[in-house]
């Protein structure tokens, strides 16, 4: 899972790893850099539905609180429950351990259109966030 070039990302910092029709959702290792050290994260529900872009769940930090975006539309099926208890996880091993929640895609192809690493990277630069 550390070959970050197979994953696909948002503007707004989330990676998409996609398995068949499940997209497994975490925030890179630039977004676990800007948030600081994590305190709390609040878990999306199994179950719910969202669509791209919407808010799924708050990563709260010793800065503020943050949403993190759903990159896709669907169902979420699995959260990382770990976090609950161990929220550093996250700045720890952002594309390992430390994923957030799984989602059952509505459509799998809404994840071609994600960024790329490169094009992430390149937004991330250009960006003045």
Known sequence: MADTS?????ETHEWVHLTGKIARVGITD???????????I???KIGRAV???DSAMVIES???????YAPV??????INEELSKK??????????????????CDDPLEVESLLTEA???????????
């Open 6 to 10: 197979k994953l696909r990302y948002t």
């Open 30 to 40: 630039h977004a676990q850099k800007e948030i600081s050290d994590i305190v709390f």
């Open 42 to 44: 609040e878990l999306p």
């Open 51 to 53: 669509k791209g872009k």
């Open 62 to 68: 010793v800065k503020a609180a943050f949403d993190i």
């Open 73 to 78: 539309a669907g169902k979420i099926v699995k």
């Open 87 to 104: 929220p550093e996880i996250v700045n720890q091993s952002p594309y390992e351990n430390g994923w957030l929640f799984e989602i059952e």
């Open 119 to 129: 094009q992430y990277q390149n937004a991330k630069n250009t960006s003045h966030h």
